[in-house]
């Protein structure tokens, strides 16, 4: 059915509510994860938010309004991801703890969700087991006495190192964890990474090339936060957003703008546009984020922006380990735009009408 959302009282066509923003809202942070997912912003919507309202990524009204609580989810690949781009990105603020082998999988993730605990009462409970066991779906939420038992035989020794580690660690950077398989990837990841001389020259651009008195602005991680109205039919909502950028850089002299983001996927590079970039719309993600870094130069650096590129840095994480570049089109940029404002018509709606009252027909 289209772009319609179907109400007691009568259809709602989403072409018809109107969405603006207010570039007076716009507020560029630099803030750590942990403060960028906290409670403070947990009320902004982002666009990994966006997929749980989406129905071309399995989203609906429903979960979008039980969140990443329920709908969340955790897997080695992730937290991969995010040690490479820790690493890569971020490498004074994190340290990878090369000679601590955690275990992989569900066994590694609750490991790190029990650790503090067992540090704290020098012990693991069946009671913790059952909890952890739950959270994380190990063995749906009920292993077995041997099960328990095989699992306590892994953690407990990762337990023991990590604290041997940790209390002979002389350093300030928060630690990364990982299992003997994901550490050998990471390694060789980070090596060819630091090696592809297109992408090094795109996170960080050669200063010998600078004119003098022109030195480009380069910023990792930064976060963007731009408020957006929507209208319908007398009623008005304000929509909060939230981004963080992994990487971009700025020519102030030439007025252009790169905005970069790094992904790592588990398949060969050559297959990332037909297939990882459609299926995780990653177009929609570099075009809120390419809107937001040329309002931020323009208005906040007073920059006369000029030229804009957007690319999309590649880590594969199977063998070879190789790196590559995806440059994204002006034509996926405008795709990626027409999709965030339909998404955010959609959040307007469920936010003006109730989810008993938008359970969507448009399947």
């Known amino acids: ?15 018809e509510i109107k969405l603006t923003y207010d570039i007076n809202s716009l507020e560029y942070k630099e803030i750590s994860d942990a403060e960028y997912f906290s409670k403070k912003y947990s009320g902004y919507i982002s666009n ?3 997929g749980l309202i989406n129905p071309k990524q399995d989203g609906s009204y429903q979960k979008y309004k039980e969140g990443f609580s329920k709908h969340g ?48 009462n020098k012990t693991i409970t069946k009671e913790d087991i059952k909890e952890a066991s739950i959270k994380f779906d190990f ?3 009920n292993p077995s006495e041997n099960r328990e038992k095989d699992l306590l035989d892994k ?15 002389k350093g300030n950077k928060e630690l990364i964890y990982l299992d003997k398989q994901n550490l050998s990837k990471l390694e060789e990841c980070l090596s060819n990474v630091s090696n592809h001389s297109e992408i ?7 200063k010998s090339d600078f004119i003098w ?10 976060a963007l936060f731009l408020t957006f109205k929507a209208e319908h039919n007398g009623k008005e909502v304000l929509l909060l957003f939230k981004s963080k950028l992994d990487n971009f850089t700025i020519d102030p002299l030439m007025g252009k703008v790169v905005l970069n983001d790094l992904k790592t996927t588990g398949h060969i590079l050559s297959s990332f546009g037909m297939g990882s970039f459609v299926n995780y719309r990653y177009a929609r993600q570099m ?10 130069s323009q208005h906040h650096l007073k920059i006369d922006v000029q030229s804009q590129e957007a690319n999309m840095l590649l880590i594969q994480s199977i063998p070879d380990y190789r790196c590559g570049i995806y440059k994204v089109s002006d034509k996926e940029i405008l795709d990626g735009w027409e999709e965030f404002k339909f998404l955010m018509k959609r959040v307007a709606a469920l936010e003006m009408y109730g989810l008993d009252e938008c359970m969507e027909q448009d399947s």
Do not use: C
């Open 1 to 15: 059915m289209g772009n319609y959302i179907l109400t007691f009282i009568y259809m709602i066509d989403l072409s």
């Open 48 to 50: 990994s938010s966006l």
């Open 73 to 120: 989810l955790v897997t080695d690949s992730l937290l991969f991801g995010s040690a490479v781009h820790e690493m890569v990105l971020q490498p004074e603020d994190f340290e990878v703890a090369w000679s601590v082998k955690k275990p992989s999988g569900k066994s590694g993730m609750i490991g790190d969700y029990l650790f503090n605990r067992y540090v704290e």
């Open 139 to 141: 063995y749906n939420g």
């Open 155 to 169: 953690i407990i020794p990762y337990f023991k190192s990590r604290i041997r580690f940790e209390n002979n660690y």
């Open 200 to 206: 090094q020259m795109l996170l960080n651009p050669d």
């Open 213 to 222: 008195g022109n030195e480009h602005i380069i910023k990792n991680e930064s």
């Open 287 to 296: 075009a809120i984020y390419s809107l937001l870094l040329r309002l931020y």
